[in-house]
């Protein structure tokens, strides 16, 4: 068994009959989808949003009951994965395109479980370049505004616009586009959310601050847990 699969299957015990949960987007998080697959064809009653389309194909085509947030606007548990893990459950996520669902959906839960591979835990967020989701609108002008924050942090401008396999900017499922920024170290996430916050054609951006509140991590032959701390 993979440390992703490992930690996806540990995630089932979180899970109780009746829950309102969240299915985040992404490898592992389709691994744990998988997994709460079986569960619901055996008898398992869950209410599910997704973060994404292609969270909710799967799920349906699981037999998962999938609602909408306007619907079911309060939530038990998001259980979903990250690019980045630190040692206060700060997260750097969006990778997968997702990060403005993902954050909406974990905001509406009473908690948030993370789920990943040993790879993934870092001593300082930044090594995997930070997703930020912009408006199209305006493009030059926020990715001016993009750099100049790039520049007010300490490092090097560093950032490129997310393209698709096929060759086009990738467009996520809200219609916006993704700017990958590379900062190498993030050394103070709060300060740099509130910046990126600050340009008005931001929408959302992949820091995950005080969000999640447990993480499961696998490993080769075993799965360790995370509690969130007090900063």
Do not use: Y
């Not at 370049?129 to 199209?136: G, K």
């Not at 900062?183 to 996430?189: M, P, R, T």
């Amino acid at each position: 068994m993979s440390p992703k699969q490992r930690a996806a299957e540990a995630a089932l015990a979180w899970v109780q009959p009746g829950m309102r949960l969240g299915l985040g987007t992404g490898s592992t998080a389709a691994l744990f989808v998988a997994a709460l697959g079986v569960r619901v064809k055996a008898g398992l009653k869950v209410r599910c949003v997704a973060t994404s389309r292609a969270t909710q194909a799967q799920a349906e085509a699981l037999g998962i009951e999938i609602t909408t947030l306007d619907d079911m606007p309060e939530l038990d548990l998001t259980i979903d994965g990250a690019d980045e893990i630190d040692p206060a459950l700060r997260l750097v996520k969006g990778g997968g395109g997702a990060l403005l669902r993902e954050k909406i959906v974990a905001a509406a839960s009473r908690s948030m479980l993370v789920i990943s591979d040993d790879s993934k835990l870092v001593n300082q967020l930044g090594n995997f370049p930070l997703p930020v989701e912009v408006n199209s609108f305006g493009l030059g002008a926020t990715l001016k505004r993009l750099e100049s924050v790039m520049t007010g942090h300490g490092v090097p401008v560093s950032l490129s616009l997310r393209h698709s396999a096929d060759g086009g900017h990738f467009v996520t499922d809200g219609g916006h586009l993704i700017v990958d920024c590379a900062f190498g170290a993030i050394k103070d996430a709060a300060a740099l959310s509130d910046d990126l916050f600050a340009i008005p054609g931001v929408v959302e951006h992949g820091l995950f601050i005080g969000l999640a509140s447990r993480a499961l991590i696998g490993h080769v032959d075993t799965t360790s847990e995370i509690l969130a701390t007090v900063a």
